[in-house]
């Protein structure tokens, strides 16, 4: 299966572990992938997972499945911010406002430091479930950004504390 496959495989994949509608998968191209450019991006306005072609067909399958799974977990919290959500997941509405703030906000890797953009919620929130995933379904550890590990160590916490199996792969996606 080649990566373009892969990406909507895992999308589609993502959206149903995570309860929500799946996002249209689109794709660009980014000849600056490599120096600070974008892999991939969700679009709210359209409910769109976007990839930048180049970076695509130049990484491995499980950089793609990362990637699939952050970017849902981003479809994820705009449903849950908009009051969109209708599946098993619960989230609190300390972290709901948290959420709307910093989206209605958003720093961008584009406007602002990588390390602005890292410190959000909803960042550190998508990194965390991205990392969850792809360790309990490939056995594979994500890199996780130094200046972010103690938060993302505490968003896996509470993901495991829940009690809610948002890790469950149901036999048809396997």
Request: a negative charge; glycine letters at 2%.
């Amino acid at each position: 299966m080649e990566n373009f496959e892969l990406a909507i495989q895992g999308v589609r994949t993502a959206s149903e572990i995570l309860g929500i509608k799946m996002p249209k998968v689109r794709y660009f191209i980014n000849q600056e992938v490599h120096y600070e450019g974008i892999n991939a991006v969700y679009i709210k306005e359209d409910n769109t997972i976007a990839f930048n072609q180049v970076w695509l067909v130049s990484v491995d399958i499980l950089e793609v499945l990362a990637t699939c799974f952050l970017q849902a977990r981003h479809a994820y919290q705009h449903e849950v911010i908009n009051s969109k959500y209708k599946g098993h997941l619960k989230t609190n509405q300390e972290t709901i406002d948290l959420w709307t703030k910093e989206t209605n906000n958003f720093k961008s890797t584009i406007k602002y430091n990588n390390d602005d953009y890292l410190m959000q919620d909803v960042v550190i929130d998508a990194v965390a479930f991205s990392h969850l995933m792809m360790v309990k379904h490939y056995d594979a550890k994500t890199i996780i950004p130094d200046e972010i590990k103690d938060q993302v160590n505490m968003k896996l916490a509470e993901f495991e504390q829940s009690n809610l199996k948002i890790y469950q792969i149901n036999d048809a996606t396997q």
